[in-house]
């Protein structure tokens, strides 16, 4: 999880971005592997506010 500030300006975009959020594939930069954004990662984007991630799930850990 990352600890980016919050700002109001941000949650606007954010909530911009998540609202149009389907599931899709995305290249995790770190790896450039590809991984799938699932309809179940985009729930908890939205429960806890958090944009979505550009590293697939190894990378994440
Ligand atoms: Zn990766």
Same mark, same amino acid.
């Given at each position: 999880?990352?600890?980016? !500030? =919050?700002?109001?300006?941000?949650? =606007?975009?954010?909530?911009?971005?998540?609202?149009?959020? +389907?599931?899709?594939? +995305?290249?995790?930069?770190?790896?450039?592997?590809?991984?799938?954004?699932?309809?179940?990662?985009?729930?908890?984007? +939205? !429960?806890?506010?958090?944009?979505?991630? =550009?590293?697939?799930?190894?990378?994440? =850990?």
């Amino acid at each position: 999880m990352n600890n980016q !500030i =919050k700002t109001p300006n941000f949650d =606007k975009v954010l909530n911009e971005i998540l609202k149009d959020l +389907k599931p899709h594939q +995305k290249t995790c930069q770190q790896c450039q592997e590809i991984f799938d954004i699932f309809k179940e990662d985009i729930e908890f984007y +939205k !429960i806890f506010q958090v944009p979505p991630s =550009k590293l697939c799930p190894k990378c994440r =850990k």
